[in-house]
């Protein structure tokens, strides 16, 4: 069974037990580019007040993906393991270093990067972004999916549209 069949048999089988009225679709795109719009969403389907959510809602993940022109950079699992007091000590010692470097020798400097990559190593992974044509293949994957979530649940066709969902 694929993701787009799993994920049409979980909508159904909550349509059959909760109704159709009680299943919400959020997009994380609404997440990121109108949090607002999102928060507010949030809000209105659980009753709260908008101050309630935003109060008690983390508005920055402190392990944000970085980016760069042809690949996302994320930590690798190993990472969120350590525990060791003297390695965090270590890096501790070697990121003041790296800084007092970065502010003597500037960002793009040979020994500004070795630091960063011994400060580094090991801790992160490079996943490539998906070329033009890899893009296109999700997408026909989701697109028969997504035109019948636009039915089903009457989702807005422009939207799903702009977010290229379709």
């Given at each position: ?9 979980t909508?159904?089988?909550y ?13 994380f795109?609404?997440?990121?580019n ?6 507010k969403e ?12 935003k ?11 970085k980016?760069?022109?042809n ?6 699992p ?30 793009s400097?040979i ?9 580094l190593?090991n801790?992160?992974i ?7 044509k890899?893009?296109?293949i ?15 649940f ?7 549209h702009r977010?290229?969902?379709?």
């Amino acid at each position: 069974m694929t993701f787009t069949e799993h994920l049409g048999l979980t909508l159904k089988t909550y349509s059959k037990h909760f109704g159709k009225d009680n299943i919400n679709i959020l997009f994380f795109e609404d997440f990121i580019n109108n949090r607002n719009f999102f928060l507010k969403e949030i809000g209105r389907l659980l009753s709260l007040k908008e101050k309630t959510i935003k109060r008690n809602f983390m508005w920055v993940h402190h392990k944000r993906k970085k980016k760069t022109s042809n690949a996302y950079i994320v930590e690798s699992p190993q990472n969120l393991k350590l525990l060791d007091l003297s390695y965090k000590i270590k890096i501790k010692t070697l990121k003041s270093l790296h800084n007092k470097i970065k502010q003597a020798y500037g960002e793009s400097n040979i020994i500004t990067s070795f630091f960063r990559k011994i400060i580094l190593r090991n801790r992160e992974i490079e996943i490539p972004q998906p070329t033009k044509k890899e893009k296109e293949i999700i997408l026909n994957i989701f697109r028969e999916n997504n035109l019948k979530l636009i039915e089903e649940f009457n989702l807005d066709k422009t939207k799903l549209h702009r977010y290229n969902y379709i």
